[in-house]
């Protein structure tokens, strides 16, 4: 199993760009997650998904949006790049067997920068 | 709102000296609690959760409701335990994560 992958690993915008990010998992989980790393700020919950079809926003929802139509996949957009979102994004996927078990597995992360 | 607070960003020791990541959680129920950890160059993995009440890699947490703490504790640190350690709670309403801001731990040989 490949577990939770990322694409691109690393990416450069200019001001105005926009991008997708994609994240898949290979465990068959419902729940996926989009973060994004600052310093100083750990980690900040940007969307999530609680299974195929539907999106939830997080903490800092504002200038992405997303979209999970296959259940392996959750995508994050940017339709308009500022620098203010120069990150490193990660995804995460967890299984829905209850809150106790709610362990999230984590990809290796995509650093973007935004000039 | 429910926050997670490392009040440390980063903290240093020596080998073998015994150390303590501090977290503290603001939910006033019962909250389920856990610690990640980032490795250099590797990705954001769970090391423990208090349900468990387990021992990895040496290290233990033990949650204080009184002082609404999950401080996550080794006698003996070692060079391999540097890392970015993130707390984290999950939120008594949602099956989110509400993570702490951090702290990076750097053990010196």
């Known amino acids: 199993n490949a577990g939770v992958t990322q694409t691109p690993k690393f990416r450069v915008l200019k001001t105005g760009q926009s991008m997708t990010l994609l994240c898949a998992q290979d465990?068959?989980?419902?729940?996926m997650y989009w973060y994004r790393q600052d310093p100083g700020m750990g980690l900040r919950l940007i969307h999530y998904s609680v299974g195929e079809g539907t999106t939830a926003k997080g903490e800092v929802p504002d200038g992405y949006n997303v979209s999970r139509l296959k259940k392996q996949n959750f995508l994050l957009g940017l339709e308009s790049a500022a620098p203010s979102q120069t990150s490193v994004y990660f995804c995460a996927s967890s299984p829905p067997d209850g809150k106790i078990n709610n362990e999230q597995f984590f990809g290796p992360g995509t650093r973007l920068t935004v000039l | 709102a429910q926050r997670v607070t490392q009040p440390e960003k980063l903290l240093s020791v020596f080998k073998g000296a015994p150390v303590e990541l501090k977290c503290n959680y603001s939910?006033?129920?019962?909250?389920?609690l856990f610690w990640y950890v980032q490795y250099s160059r590797q990705r954001l993995q769970l090391l423990l959760r208090?349900?468990s009440r387990e021992s990895i890699k040496g290290f233990t947490a033990d949650l204080n409701k009184g002082e609404t703490s999950f401080h996550l504790k080794k006698p003996f640190a070692q060079e391999e335990d540097s890392a970015m350690y993130y707390c984290a709670s999950l939120s008594y309403n949602t099956d989110k994560l509400i993570f702490g801001t951090g702290t990076r731990l750097q053990v010196f040989p």
């Open positions: 465990m068959n989980h419902e729940y």
């Open positions: 939910y006033s129920g019962s909250p389920e």
């Open positions: 208090h349900i």
